[in-house]
Nanobody, 123 residues
Framework: QVQLAESGGGLVQPGGSLTLSCTAS????????VGWFRQAPGKEREFLAA????????DGVDSVKGRFTISRSVAKNTVYLKMNGLRPEDTAVYSC????????????????WGQGTQVTVSS
C-alpha cells in the first residue's frame, strides 16, 4: 500500500512562489497516476493537476493555469507542484493522491491520500 507525504507548504506573500512535494513510500510513483487537490474552508475539494502513470502530465485547471505546474521524478518517487503568482484565494490545504483508475479528475477515484499541507497567501 503506497503512502504519500506532502511537504513545502507555508505562509507566502501575494505574488510569491512555493513548490510542494508529494513523496511516495511503499510503492512506486510510476505505477500510479498522482494528482494534486486543494480544499479551502467551506469549499469542495478542487482538482488542480495530475501526472498519469504513463508520465504524461496535465496542464493546471483554469483557476491555476499558467501559474501552477505539475511534474514528477520517478527516481525520487516524488511529484511536485510548482506554484507561482500566488493569490490570497489560493489559500487552502493542498493534498496529493494516487490512483490506478483511468479517471484522474474526480477525487473519489483516488485510493491513497497524503495528510495535506497548508498554504496561506497573505501580506
Amino acid at each position: 500500500q503506497v503512502q504519500l507525504a506532502e511537504s513545502g507548504g507555508g505562509l507566502v506573500q501575494p505574488g510569491g512562489s512555493l513548490t510542494l512535494s508529494c513523496t511516495a513510500s511503499g510503492g512506486t510513483i510510476g505505477r500510479y497516476s498522482v494528482g494534486w487537490f486543494r480544499q479551502a474552508p467551506g469549499k469542495e475539494r478542487e482538482f488542480l493537476a495530475a501526472c498519469r502513470w504513463s508520465g504524461s502530465c496535465t496542464d493546471g485547471v483554469d483557476s491555476v493555469k499558467g501559474r501552477f505546474t505539475i511534474s514528477r521524478s520517478v527516481a525520487k518517487n516524488t511529484v511536485y507542484l510548482k506554484m507561482n503568482g500566488l493569490r490570497p484565494e489560493d489559500t487552502a490545504v493542498y493534498s496529493c493522491a494516487a490512483t490506478r483508475n483511468v479517471g484522474i479528475y474526480d477525487p473519489s477515484l483516488y485510493y491513497y491520500w497524503g495528510q495535506g499541507t497548508q498554504v496561506t497567501v497573505s501580506s
